[in-house]
């Protein structure tokens, strides 16, 4: 008996090493999306940048991330998701290393590609790690805490990039913002190396990328990078250059290379070749749903932040840290209502996801409500943030937790991959159109302006729009999930 208690409590201190292992990855991966928002006002003095430069080390980034999500997920599946997680980890970390030294404005851009690449190939194993180490209520609380990490890191991005800028450690200006991920990225390399479970055995006794089968299916990923491309480039660069020709053709062309990748994958299914993104993924569970609201939700969410942001430094006059500062009733309310997630699903059930995401849309009609009607003051906006924190973090966990629930081992990356993508396509369209509503409204910079109320106002209603629309696919989420269709028989791989 005290042999068992003691293995017990073994296996359980492992997990807890495990999971703090990959939420550092996770927090780090977040976070770093926030960052370098604040300080492209001191990159752009730093390294001679021109404006378009200084918006390129944060929508390049955001742009490679999202083209290589899916290919990084898939190549979990198929190498181990313990070797991706540690050869992107290295990768970002010595990006960001470089990023922090670059000298002028075209190597930080490049190396913020880097950067990307490495954060896409390591980010989609840590939701494949939760599903397949962690079961039950033990998974439950592992969803709850990445809920609660991604909250905090969100908002904990914006106040380190201020408080950064703010101490200019050693005179050195905006580099402590991308150095700050090197103590970091190396703890995590020496804790994943310690706790990440090692890659499956392979048919023939043989562990890693050989053995027939094991191939990344290249025109898939290749056609779907292309897609991708098509829709990110311009809704993340178009707004920028003015909405050129290209950023209203390069959509209308994304539906037929879509449509390709599609049936491409489609007849590799049928042959039985490990295609990028199975064509049965979709009607696996509530995986389909899951993906449709994520890209609503974050779509909402991005384009809250970023509307807030410019509201309160160009129409208030907020600096970074202050403006950031705002955003921790937010932070503290999503991290509380990840946590105590887990423990009200089992009294209320799936009454959960409804109460997060009527919360959501609640706190954001009473900011437009309060904007229409004078502009909300700092208690007003404070507690309308509280309540839109509250209503996400009872509903971003679950959400994940949903959308795997029925997804098998050996395509746990791939589904990982392909979720974050919904996700990361949500958060550049809502950015847009919240951006869009804003810039068309905009006519000053006084917050007694009309033209300034009246541009927080209307990016409000989009984004207000955008929660009503997350709350009404809701439904979708609650029916009893379908069991998955049989499939064409997986290729010789990784078992699991």
Known sequence: MDADTGMDAGAGRRERL???VVMG????????GFIVNVAVPAVRAGVGASFAQAELTVSGYLLAYGLFLVAGGRLGDLWGHRRLFLAGLALFTAASLACGLAASAPALIAFRLVQALGAALFYPQVLSVLQTAFTGRRQARA?????????GASVAGQLLGGLLLHADLFGLSWRPVFLLNVPLGLLLLLGAALTLPPAPRRHGGHSGPGGRGAGLDGAGTLLLAATLLLLLVPLTLGHGAGWPVWSRVMPAAAVPVAALFLRHERALARRGGQAVVDPGLFTRGRFGASSALAVVFFAGNAGLFFLLTLHLQTVLGYGALRAGACFTPLAVMFVLASLLAPRLQERIGTRLLVAGYVLNAAGT????AAAVAAGPGPAVLLACLAVIGFGQGLGVGPLFAAALEQV??????????VLETA?????ALGVTLTGLAFAARHGGTHPADPGALGAFGAGLAVA?????????????LLRPAPAPAP????APGPRR
């Open 487 to 490: 499939g064409p028989a997986p």
């Open 464 to 476: 207000a729009l955008l929660a009503l629309s997350a709350l009404a696919l809701v439904p979708r």
């Open 25 to 32: 990855g996770t927090f780090m991966a977040i976070m770093d």
């Open 143 to 151: 969803f709850a805490v990445f809920g609660a990490t991604i909250g």
């Open 408 to 417: 098998p081992a050996r395509l746990a990356g791939a589904a990982s991959g």
């Open 365 to 368: 009609l009473a900011l437009l």
């Open 423 to 427: 996700a990361q396509l949500g958060m």
């Open 18 to 20: 495990l999971l703090a």
